[in-house]
């Protein structure tokens, strides 16, 4: 029975990359999170959407390891987040909300310091920066410091610290806050071509973005999954556009 269980267990993880169950979180009075379970498997990019105070942040950073479950746990490429979050943080690329750095470092010490936080040395962090820095769009900013940049270049910067690794998944927070709609489209179309060998998670609350990027959508709202499904079968279904959907669904259960 125990073999058996091993079996269906590995089985799951050759094709899912992220497995969550049933996590939950509050804070305080506040449940942020409440109950949530999905899996993410490898070739996917998975829009994770809701309204503010939805519950996304604090899922990604349960998933990340930056903050711990009150239930429930989740694992990312085989590694379980409350028994082996080293083991999670080698896997996963986070671009988290506010794309925290070092604001008097300049962009290619950062990305240094990131080397050196991965273990990165050697002839191959120059691999890892000749990748990710064009990559990135960040070349003409290399040498500045961080506090100068823009908050478009900023969020591109996190972006950059959150693929030196070449992790094999990826968690992105709002991944296209503050940039114009050329730098919008080259990150979209950055995630779609890494889509094939990485598992992603998107939080956005730019519809067109899941329509541009995503091939499965989770709606959350007070911390629950609401939907789980495909930009196209929710659109078939409800013969409507994504901010209409959105709009309904939301309402109409957390009302």
């Known amino acids: 029975m125990i073999n058996r269980l091993h079996e269906q267990w590995a089985k799951v993880l050759e094709t899912d990359m992220i497995e969550v169950k049933d996590l939950r979180r509050s804070f305080g009075p506040v449940v942020a999170v409440d109950g949530v379970s999905f899996s993410a498997e490898k070739g996917q990019v998975l829009g994770l959407l809701g309204p503010n105070g939805a519950g996304k942040t604090t899922t990604m950073r349960m998933l990340t390891c930056f903050i711990r479950p009150d239930g429930g746990t989740a694992r990312v490429c085989g590694h379980d987040i409350l028994t082996d979050s080293v083991g999670v943080r080698r896997s996963v690329g986070y671009l988290a909300e506010n794309s925290p750095a070092y604001p008097e470092m300049t962009v290619g010490g950062f990305l240094k310091f990131i080397c050196d936080v991965r273990q990165i040395g050697g002839p191959k962090r120059k691999q890892a920066l000749d990748r990710v820095v064009p990559m990135c769009s960040i070349e003409s900013v290399y040498h500045q ?36 709609p050329n730098q919008k489209h080259g990150v979209r179309g950055l995630i779609s071509d890494m889509a094939k060998d990485k598992c992603i998670i998107v939080s956005t609350h730019i519809l067109e973005e899941v329509d541009a990027v995503c091939s499965r959508t989770i709606i959350i ?20 556009g994504l901010d209409e959907i959105f709009r309904r669904i939301t309402r109409a259960k957390v009302a």
């Open 145 to 180: 410091t961080i506090e100068t940049l823009s908050k478009g270049y900023k969020r591109r910067v996190g972006l950059a610290q959150a693929l030196i690794h070449d992790p094999d998944v990826l968690i992105l927070d709002e991944p296209t806050d503050g940039l114009d």
């Open 221 to 240: 709202a007070r911390g629950k999954v609401l939907v789980d499904s495909t930009p196209k079968e929710l659109k078939e279904k409800h013969h409507a």
